[in-house]
């Protein structure tokens, strides 16, 4: 099994920039894909981006492309996303996800390890 504590969330004006963390318990942490969804208020959690175990392979919902980095640091449990550029549609409950997937996957269903989230807020 594996904890997950988000960190870096907070309010932000429209053009900023945030880096939320991720830290995993464990030993085997480098066994685990990992992702980041999101949840606004009134919506469905959505995913934003996922990293493979090794960091080899990284993948970006089409609304984040080219304004969020997925990264992972495996000697120290932690998984970073850096959001640069923020807008207001970028408002939610940020959460870390992760599973033992040799292919990681943007189907929420498919990550059984939640953190408990945290917020970002973007001013207009």
């Known amino acids: 099994q594996v904890q997950l504590v988000e960190s870096g969330g907070g309010l932000v004006q429209a053009g900023g920039s945030l880096r939320l963390s991720c830290a995993a318990s464990?030993?085997?942490?480098?066994?685990?894909?990992m992702a980041w969804f999101r949840q606004a208020p009134g919506k469905e959690r959505e995913f934003v981006a996922y990293i493979s175990r090794r960091g080899g392979s990284t993948n970006y919902a089409d609304s984040v492309k080219g304004r969020f980095t997925i990264s992972r640091a495996n000697a120290e449990n932690t998984v970073y996303l850096q959001m640069n550029s923020l807008k207001p549609d970028d408002t939610a409950v940020y959460y870390c996800?992760?599973?033992?997937?040799?292919?990681?996957?943007?189907?929420?269903?498919?990550?059984?390890?939640w953190g408990q989230g945290t917020q970002v807020t973007v001013s207009s």
């Open positions: 996800a992760a599973e033992i997937l040799t292919v990681p996957t943007s189907r929420y269903a498919a990550y059984n390890y």
């Open positions: 464990g030993r085997t942490f480098s066994s685990y894909a």
